[in-house]
């Protein structure tokens, strides 16, 4: 049964970069449900519903799930686990764990970090996004560090003008840290930028089971940084009304 959860998220010992997405959501928003609101699932299951998409990390029974994700106007979902019926699988995404600290990169030339991170240059750098998901992702980033449940590093060229990024998500629970948000402006790709600001990123929490979800392609980035496949990725699943 889909219920409303009324307590905190307790994400377990090893949660996957979902569960531990839904608790820091959780943490950071559920006194807003405008912005986002969590359901327990079955035996241990969670389902978090934040705009027209949802998330779940566990198990839920498929034709409830979907019965629940048509009533609550959700048209895409990321799940580790339960599969709504009816619904159409995306591509398959890899969950990556770090396994040991990654590399001290050097700087590429003429990358400088920026002094405080700045949340507005991270959400402008992140391709494909509309105007709306930018905003969104801007004053995500700015919750999360506000509340010390997230970590963002921002790169700028010699010129001032935008370089790269890349945030941690942090859920202090599980000390459970999930890579989001990397990426360099297109034309500076190719010069060990990305590579670099991860690798900062990651160093600065030793000892924090650090993960994130990529495309398949993207495992020949993340690799030599040690960054190794872990448990069976989510999938995005897309509504059978969505075309
Ligand atoms: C992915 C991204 C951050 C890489 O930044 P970058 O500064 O070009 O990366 P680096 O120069 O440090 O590393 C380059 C290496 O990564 C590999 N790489 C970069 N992008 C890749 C991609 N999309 N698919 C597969 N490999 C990729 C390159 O082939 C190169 O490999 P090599 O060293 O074995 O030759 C950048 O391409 C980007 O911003 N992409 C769009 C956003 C994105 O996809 N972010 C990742 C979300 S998980």
């Not at 409830?64 to 159409?88: I, K, M, Q, T, Y």
């Not at 060990?192 to 993960?211: I, K, N, S």
């Amino acid at each position: 049964m889909i219920a409303p959860l009324t307590g905190p998220v307790t994400p377990g010992p090893r949660p996957g970069a979902l569960a531990a997405t839904i608790a820091v959501n959780h943490r950071l928003y559920a006194g807003c449900p405008a912005l986002c609101r969590t359901f327990v699932a079955g035996e241990g299951g969670l389902i978090q519903l934040r705009g027209d998409g949802a998330l779940a990390a566990g198990p839920a029974d498929g034709e409830e799930l979907a019965g629940f994700l048509a009533f609550a106007g959700a048209r895409a979902l990321r799940s580790d686990g339960a599969v709504p019926a009816g619904w159409r699988p995306g591509p398959p995404v890899c969950q990556l764990e770090l396994t040991g600290p990654p590399p001290a990169l050097r700087a590429p030339a003429g990358a400088l970090l920026t002094e405080e991170p700045a949340p507005r240059l991270a959400a402008d750098l992140q391709p494909g996004l509309t105007g709306e998901e930018r905003d969104n992702l801007y004053a995500d980033l700015c919750a999360r560090r506000n509340h010390g449940l997230g970590a963002l590093l921002t790169a700028v060229k010699e010129d001032g003008g935008p370089l790269g990024c890349a945030a941690l998500l942090l859920e202090p629970g599980s000390r459970t840290g999930v890579l989001t948000a990397v990426a360099v402006a297109p034309d500076a790709r190719g010069r060990g930028a990305g590579r670099w600001l991860v690798a900062a990123l990651c160093r600065r929490y030793p000892g924090w089971r650090l993960l994130l979800e990529c495309a398949p392609a993207l495992t020949a980035f993340y690799a030599p940084l040690g960054f190794r496949a872990s448990e069976e990725g989510p999938r995005w699943y897309r509504s059978p009304e969505e075309l």
